[in-house]
């Protein structure tokens, strides 16, 4: 049934942001701020920084919404531009270097097997866990940290990911299994509870 | 041992084996419910700076086209006013060609005795005038 269109579908909100309805803008940015904000929190250290770079993000995307052709999500369109402004960020500070080295506990935890016994739940109780989680995100590689945030945060699929970040597919995959071989290493005094296998 | 994974790290481009070696590896990750726990993650609440921040900077946009829309609309205005005013500056110059052309009309009168020139009798130039008589 195509008779009558919703007037916050998605779709109809964008061409009404082409047509410079800021209205329309404000319903977007209503329904993307706290993930983005939640991304770009992630990405940097710096709470502050984080913000003005999330207002930067919908300034930009409303001065470029012509320029979305519609061929990919508009999530994607969005996060790419969240991450591109946040690696500009990242390159400015200079903090830490783009190199993926591990430390011999992420490669040891990327060896052995993941604990299938891990329950999500806890994290929403254990708050030193969630601290040790976030922490382990935060001092992650500037690489390796959307990829993380991207797939199992905002629930991207690879090929999207691949899209927002222009990076291969295949690095893709490489990344995310890097990354998650950190956070397992910094988790690790958290599991098992006695139980080594 | 650790070759794929150290060529991970660096980036190098993997054999089809170690491909499929990282795509199982992935599900395993995937299995011990690891990307559950950063799903846990909660959302920021979004600082009220952002969207005052945003809404600032729509009106400063707003504001830089209706002064140049302004703008635009004065300077309009005032060439049609400079076009409508210099209308009326035309027949002051017929008044002046006609002004010019009695004077010389009278000096050559002077000249030709047809006219009396200063302290001239008049008497004299009304006969000649009805005379209709010419030096």
Redesign the interface.
């Known amino acids: 049934m195509t008779g009558g269109s919703d007037p916050y579908d998605e779709t109809h909100l964008i061409r009404r942001c082409r047509e410079q309805d800021t209205e329309a803008f404000r319903w977007l940015i209503s329904r993307y701020q706290a993930r983005i904000f939640s991304f770009v929190r992630r990405m940097l250290p710096d709470a502050s920084e984080a913000e003005d770079v999330t207002q930067e993000v919908f300034v930009k995307a409303y001065r470029s919404i012509r320029s979305y052709d519609g061929r990919a999500a508009f999530t994607t369109w969005l996060f790419k531009i969240a991450s591109n402004l946040c690696v500009d960020r990242a390159r400015r500070r200079k903090r830490r270097g783009d190199s993926l080295s591990l430390d011999s506990a992420a490669r040891q935890a990327l060896l052995m097997p993941a604990d299938s016994t891990w329950d999500p739940q806890q994290l929403a109780v254990a708050s030193e866990m969630r601290e040790a989680l976030e922490a382990a995100i935060a001092a992650m590689s500037e690489k390796l940290k959307p990829v993380l945030l991207l797939h199992d945060l905002e629930g991207m699929d690879y090929q999207q990911i691949a899209d927002t970040l222009g990076i291969p597919l295949g690095t893709v995959k490489s990344r995310l299994f890097l990354a998650r071989g950190h956070l397992q290493s910094a988790l690790a005094p958290f599991m098992g509870g006695g139980d080594e296998s | 041992m650790?070759d794929w994974?150290t060529k991970?790290?660096?980036?190098e481009k993997?054999t089809p084996d170690e491909?499929a070696r990282?795509?199982a590896?992935?599900e395993?990750?995937a299995?011990?419910?690891?990307?559950?726990?950063?799903?846990?993650?909660p959302?920021?609440?979004?600082?009220a700076?952002?969207?005052a921040?945003?809404e600032k900077?729509?009106a400063k946009r707003t504001r830089v086209r209706f002064a140049s829309g302004l703008a635009a609309c004065a300077a309009a205005s005032l060439a049609v006013f400079m076009a409508v005013d210099n209308r009326g500056q035309t027949p002051e110059v017929v008044e002046q060609a006609s002004a010019d052309s009695l004077y010389d009309w009278h000096n050559e009168a002077v000249a030709t005795s047809v006219l009396p020139g200063d302290g001239a009798n008049l008497a004299a130039f009304s006969q000649v005038a009805r005379n209709g008589e010419t030096q």
């Open positions: 650790n994974i991970l790290a660096n980036e993997l491909e990282l795509v590896a992935l395993a990750q299995d011990s419910k690891l990307p559950g726990l950063v799903a846990a993650l959302r920021y609440d979004v600082p700076g952002v969207v921040g945003f900077s729509l």
